[in-house]
């Protein structure tokens, strides 16, 4: 049951993120990102990630889907057809080093875990909460990773600080 | 095959999937929801391997990428109004003036 | 409360930094306000740490700046006598400096800006005196060098001004240098950078390198307080405002280099060169600059020459570890001196500007400036070695601790390695004797003319304001009284109030620090000292008094040459080159006199160009450097550039045409060309990687 649940939503994230390409106008694109964004949501509750499954829907979902939706409703865009690229080497390029990217990748992934190299990350010493606990992530965020924590505000003050200025009427 | 091989794999094609949408699309919207799309394929892969190893630290990371992801879309947005607001059009091809 | 020495440092740095980044928000009296409080609440602090009862072991307030591996440099503030005794004199001649400020500058457009380099110094000094270690008293020493630069120049706009700060920092930094090597000798010998781990290091004693230690140090030492060969930086220093040099140039930054043989006594005292080196060059300073200040017609400049002269007093004191003498005179010092200098201030800014003594004369009995002839008097009785003035004690001390009439003596351990007889003391003695004999002469010559005689001043003097008077009445009294602090009972003997400093620097339990006892002086010794100082003044009141007919050398000669403060506007025929050498000329140093200048002088301008030194040093380094560079500007430069310009320069524009059809200027272009970096990458990781 497990198995077909977890099928079933890979095959809704890879269509969805080929929706996001392939739909003309970017408003169906940004549709398409939502459905994205909530099946990998659904495969991250699937793989004991329960806080980001939540932080996923909040955040992606919630606060930057609905920014690109903002900007897409004002900006009105009209809608482009990806195949009368006037740029043939560019599209051809593309295509083919995507394919190369996705074999090399899946590849590389699938013998990595399947018959690669036999490696070891286990943890040193297990941790003192049981993995996928919120419990488990909070010590982790606020104790080992704590800096890198605390530098997040940072990048959110400037970025906060350059879109204002970008926004500014001059 | 199990669940994180499967997983690993969607995120390969999502990852693959975006950068081909960023290349393919002159809509710089479309653009940036296909870089979107690239960062989420690599959140999955970050919470497999998390699962896989068993500690936490995956989906620390995966917080910290959630993070810069908006910050960047924050900036990246503000551009594009910026550049709509100059030109009454956005399509990534009308911007060549560094060409050579 | 040690833990005060803290917010010492730390007040003036704020002041600093509100000035910077507020400054020009603030009004002007706001921003004066600002530094003034800054400075004034350090001192408070100061006296609050001053009040320990008892002394820490270690550092106070301390962090880890610098970690490499098992070896850290700690950012550590030291709270001893000494660094309190420092930051009492900074932080409290500071204030009263920076009080007069307010008016002196009152005129000036760039209020702020003074101010703001003013808490920049004093953040600086007072770094450099409480720091624990040798490294961030490298900062401080090399922050007030910087601050002392930007002070020197501070009228941008006057090239003589400008000139005498690079010069200031070029010699500057030649002692930054010596104080670098300095530290690299001390920290592979002994594995510290601490005071405390350095200087109680065992292997003090072994081996030769405490000796270079000691010289590389003293080059350093040499070039902050103006010692010869490095000295010839100071009197020019004398183009900055005068409250600067009363607090740079003569109160705080040069008495740096005491600090520091002071502070690293247990290295000089155990060197065996620097027993030689630091009295005798301590004693030629005295009387080199002494001699030159007898025929100076800048009264500034008097003043300079004069302070070189004390310097090369505390060194010698120094040099044969009367150390308490020598931290004596350095607080004495910089009260009269700072007396003198702001008393200066107070005619200079009567008679607007004017500083050349050839031009007053009989300023006491202007209304205006008759407060200024008293203090200025009371000054050069203090330098002079009258008794009750300060400067009397710290002199005395000084004079009594060399052996001038052959008496009996002992040496030190590291004298008696060196060879040092008390013969050689008793010279240098003598030396200090009939300097401090042409101290009093030159101080009073500069008197009489300033202020008594006929009037030979233009216009009429202005009175000064309230602001300038209270902080020199304040010093006044300082230069009168404060030689009576090292009596027992008045504040602390000298010796009880640095013995805690002298325990803790000593090399199991042996120290080097030979102590003075301040006002046991014998009869002889009392009667040459002041005998000198009175010999002085009444052959100063014979000369200059009763025949005032006396011919006076004539000023520094400028060369004919007359500065372009601002630079052409740049002409479109003009080429870059042609304007960067117009901007050359414009700053072109005017203090380089020809060998002409020297030939058809005599003895009173060798004294008044200070020996030569600086024609010596244009001989020996700039007109070789520029003949060098000349040399190359004409010949290798046009050569190498008909070559390398067209050669080079046809070659990349062909290469160009070709590769610009890459440059499409589309952004997605660009992005596919990075996803083919990636995916080669990715490619060599997994295949070549995994095949592995």
């Known amino acids: ?170 | 095959m199990t669940s994180i091989t499967f997983t690993l794999v969607i995120s390969a094609i999502v990852f693959a999937v975006g950068t081909v949408g960023v290349l393919l699309r002159r809509n710089p919207l479309v653009q940036f929801m296909s870089i979107e799309l690239m960062l989420n394929a690599v959140n999955l892969a970050f919470i497999s391997f998390s699962g896989r190893f068993g500690t936490s630290e995956g989906q620390v990371f995966v917080l910290l990428v959630l993070t810069v992801a908006a910050a960047e879309a924050v900036v990246g947005l503000a551009i594009i109004v910026a550049m709509f607001r100059h030109r009454r059009r956005i399509d990534v091809d009308d911007i060549h003036a560094m060409q050579g | 409360m040690p833990e005060a020495i803290g917010l010492v440092l730390l007040l003036p740095f704020l002041g600093f930094l509100i000035n910077v980044f507020f400054g020009f928000q603030l009004s002007k009296r706001a921003s004066a306000s600002v530094a003034c409080a800054a400075v004034g609440l350090a001192f408070i602090a100061a006296l609050v740490a001053a009040l320990t009862p008892r002394w820490p072991e270690g550092a106070v307030l301390k962090y880890d700046w610098t970690v490499a591996g098992p070896w850290r440099i700690s950012f550590g503030l030291l709270a001893d006598p000494l660094s309190v005794y420092m930051s009492l004199i900074i932080t409290g001649v500071g204030f009263l400096i920076h009080l007069y400020s307010l008016g002196y500058m009152d005129h000036e457009p760039d209020y702020r800006r003074y101010f703001t380099y003013m808490n920049l110094f004093v953040t600086a000094m007072l770094l450099l005196v409480t720091s624990d270690n040798f490294v961030t008293l490298l900062v401080g020493w090399a922050g007030v060098g910087l601050s002392s630069f930007l002070l020197i120049g501070f009228y941008i706009h006057k090239p003589s001004a400008v000139n005498a700060a690079r010069k200031a920092i070029v010699m500057n930094t030649i002692g930054d240098v010596g104080l670098l090597l300095g530290i690299f000798v001390i920290i592979a010998n002994t594995g510290a950078v601490t005071f405390v781990g350095a200087l109680t290091s065992e292997t003090i004693s072994q081996g030769d390198w405490r000796n270079w230690a000691a010289l590389f140090l003293f080059i350093a030492c040499a070039a902050k307080s103006a010692q010869i060969p490095l000295h010839t930086w100071l009197p020019d220093a004398m183009e900055g405002p005068t409250p600067v040099s009363a607090l740079i140039h003569a109160a705080t930054m040069v008495t740096a280099g005491v600090y520091l043989v002071v502070r690293a006594h247990p290295i000089f005292g155990a060197s065996e060169w620097a027993a030689w080196f630091i009295p005798i060059i301590g004693a030629a300073t005295a009387f080199y600059a002494a001699t030159c200040a007898l025929v100076q017609t800048d009264l500034k400049r008097v003043l300079a020459y004069s302070t070189i002269s004390q310097l090369g007093y505390m060194f010698m004191a120094a040099g044969i570890a009367a150390y308490e003498a020598s931290m004596f005179h350095l607080l004495t010092h910089a009260f009269f001196k700072a007396l003198l200098f702001l008393a200066a201030g107070l005619v200079i800014h009567s008679l607007a500007g004017e500083q050349d003594m050839r031009k007053m004369g009989g300023l006491r009995k202007n209304g205006a400036t008759r407060f200024a002839a008293t203090v200025f008097l009371i000054g050069a009785l203090a330098i002079s070695g009258i008794p009750i003035f300060s400067g009397f004690f710290s002199k005395e001390a000084i004079l009594g601790s060399f052996p001038l009439l052959g008496e009996a003596h002992t040496l030190t351990a590291a004298q008696q390695a060196a060879g040092i007889t008390p013969l050689f003391l008793t010279i240098i003695g003598w030396v200090g004797v009939v300097t401090a004999l042409l101290t009093s002469f030159y101080m009073f010559r500069a008197y009489f003319l300033t202020f008594e005689g006929s009037p030979r001043f233009e216009g009429h003097p202005h009175a000064n304001p309230p602001n300038m008077i209270v902080p020199v009445g304040i010093l006044a009294v300082l230069a009168t009284f404060g030689g009576l602090v090292a009596f027992e009972g008045i504040w602390n003997s000298l010796e009880r109030w640095f013995a805690p400093t002298i325990e803790r620097f000593s090399v199991k339990g042996k120290t080097t620090w030979r102590s003075i006892e301040v006002g046991q002086l014998d009869l002889i010794g009392l009667v040459i000292g002041i005998g000198a100082g009175v010999v002085g003044i009444g052959l100063a009141y014979v000369v200059f008094m009763r025949r005032p007919k006396v011919t006076l050398a004539p000023s520094p000669a400028e060369p004919d040459y007359v500065p372009n403060y601002f630079p052409r506007a740049p002409k479109k025929e003009q080429s870059r080159l042609a304007q960067e050498r117009n901007y050359i000329e414009i700053t072109k140093a005017p203090t380089g006199l020809g060998i002409g200048h020297y030939l058809k002088l005599g003895f009173t301008n060798f004294l008044l160009y200070g020996w030569g030194f600086d024609l010596l040093y244009n001989l020996l380094f700039v007109w070789p450097g520029k003949g060098i560079a000349n040399l190359i500007a004409r010949w290798f430069d046009h050569e190498i550039e008909q070559a390398v310009d067209v050669g080079v320069g046809e070659n990349a524009c062909e290469v160009s045409q070709i590769v610009r059809y890459t440059e499409t200027g589309y952004v997605r272009n660009y992005a596919l060309g990075i996803l083919v970096g990636a995916v080669a990458i990715l490619f060599y990781v997994t295949v070549v990687g995994l095949a592995r």
């Open chain 1, 1 to 170: 049951m497990e198995q077909v649940i977890l099928v079933i939503l890979g095959m809704l994230a890879v269509g969805s993120a080929l929706g996001v390409v392939l739909m003309p106008s970017s408003i169906y694109s940004a549709l398409m990102l939502l459905f994205n964004l909530i099946s990998l949501a659904n495969l991250f509750l699937m793989l004991h990630a329960q806080f980001i499954f939540a932080a996923q829907l909040l955040i992606y979902a919630g606060a930057i889907l609905v920014l690109f939706l903002f900007v897409v409703t004002l900006l009105n865009p009209e809608g482009e057809h990806i195949f009368r690229d006037k740029r043939k080497l560019q599209r051809a390029g593309a295509l083919t080093l995507g394919l190369v990217l996705l074999i090399i990748l899946a590849g590389g992934l699938i013998y990595l875990i399947t018959g690669g190299p036999s490696f070891d990350f286990a943890p040193d010493k297990p941790g003192a909460y049981p993995y996928g606990t919120v419990e488990a992530f909070g010590a982790g965020l606020f104790t080992q990773f704590l800096l890198p924590f605390e530098l997040t505000s940072l990048v959110l003050l400037v970025a906060l600080i350059g879109s204002v200025v970008l926004g500014k009427r001059r």
